[in-house]
């Protein structure tokens, strides 16, 4: 009675002290097995597939007399102790772990990552490519198997070999084995497939114009496999994962406060297309990729008005420069760039009144109103664009 109260007692402290989980007892891929082992013999049993994510496992190995039972099973001992590190330690739980009945029929034993490893120990009983071997004859056994083993280096597999160590007598032994699964790598990222997103990183068009590349990347990878599972990643099909790239990335960027220089690269490609002189790729690509993703800002509503100028879209000039000014209404460039589509579309008078209110001021530090307004009327001349109807701005403007 004084020893169940001293297990019951130590169980409970050691939950207490252990009561934060990063993983789980994974009791439904554990195993449980147990043969019959004639005298002298060898024999291999595999284990049930380790999960992905299994970072520790706990074995216990017990050699019974032909008629005996366990009390209980490593399952149930397992679910007083709330992860690998009270095992470890070797308080109650490492104490509980081993049966409390045994016969007194002994074996010796290891552990194999590898088919052909555990084929030459059955076969000639070698033992040097194990991951893990019991030298020493025992009835019973019981051991916490941590990452830093060879035996967790090839999930899912591993198999235990048996050797009896009976002379006459044949043997029962039980195999029980619990994964450990950490609930971070049982999303199935490892340092290595990590290293595939880098290459999908490097197939996005604009992270070169970003000013922290590194810092974008890191968010790009924290996001993508918070979202996914490995296996869920690589089975998504082609389209599916172009089109979660693609937005995961956008979040990156603005997570990662680099929206300005996405947008910059953004109208500097379209700006290529300008002046290739393929003005309706230009035109598409900023309603596309700017506008229709609601990042739009006066410039890129400037740049679009300055394209249907000289495509001779006026009215569609006039809207798109209206936006830039209600967009950014202290910047009178956009109001003389508004003013000069009204031209276009034969609205003088308000044109009139637009270059009256603004004519004495300067459009930046260097350049004044009227200096810009010549400049943009030389301009339009030299697209061959009609521009007879400014010479009534001029009259203003002098």
Known sequence: ???????????????????????????????????????????????????????????????????????????????????????????????????????????????????????????????????????????????????????????????????????????????????????????????????????????????????????????????????????????LLLSEKANSIQNLAIQAVQNTKQMNDFLEFKRKTAWDFYKKNQHQKAIDYILKEIVDNKWAQAKDYSALGDIYIETKQFVKAKESYFKATQLDNNQLWYQLKYANSLVFNEDISQAKEIHKKYKSNNIDVKTSWIQQAKFDIDFYKSKGLNVDDFKKILRILE
């Open 1 to 235: 009675m004084n020893k169940l109260l001293y297990l019951v007692s130590a169980l409970l402290l050691s939950t207490s002290f252990f009561g934060q989980k990063d993983g789980f007892w994974d009791k439904e891929r554990a195993t449980t097995k147990e043969i019959k082992l004639s005298a002298g013999k060898r024999t291999l049993i595999k284990a049930e597939d380790l999960p992905v994510g299994t970072t520790e496992f706990v074995y216990r190995i017990t050699v019974l007399d032909e008629n005996q039972k366990l009390t209980s099973s490593l399952v149930s001992v397992l679910k007083a102790i709330p992860d690998p590190t009270g095992i470890s330690q070797g308080t109650a739980g490492a104490i509980h772990l081993t049966s409390a009945i045994s016969g007194d029929d002994k074996c010796t034993f290891a552990l194999f990552q590898e088919a052909n490893a555990a084929n030459l120990f059955l076969k000639e009983g070698k033992t040097d490519r194990a991951c893990w071997e019991q030298k020493e004859k025992v009835n019973k056994d019981a051991k916490l198997i941590s990452s830093s083993s060879l035996c967790l280096t090839n999930l899912p597999n591993l198999w235990f070999g048996f050797e009896s160590q009976n002379w006459v007598m044949n043997q029962k032994i039980v195999l029980e084995v619990v994964p450990w699964v950490d609930y971070k790598a049982s999303r199935g990222w490892t340092k290595q497939n990590k290293k595939e997103l880098e290459t999908e990183i490097a197939r996005l068009d604009f992270v070169s114009s970003l000013s922290k590349k590194e810092i974008f990347s890191g968010e790009f990878i924290d996001l993508l496999i918070g979202k996914y599972k490995y296996k869920e990643f690589k089975d």
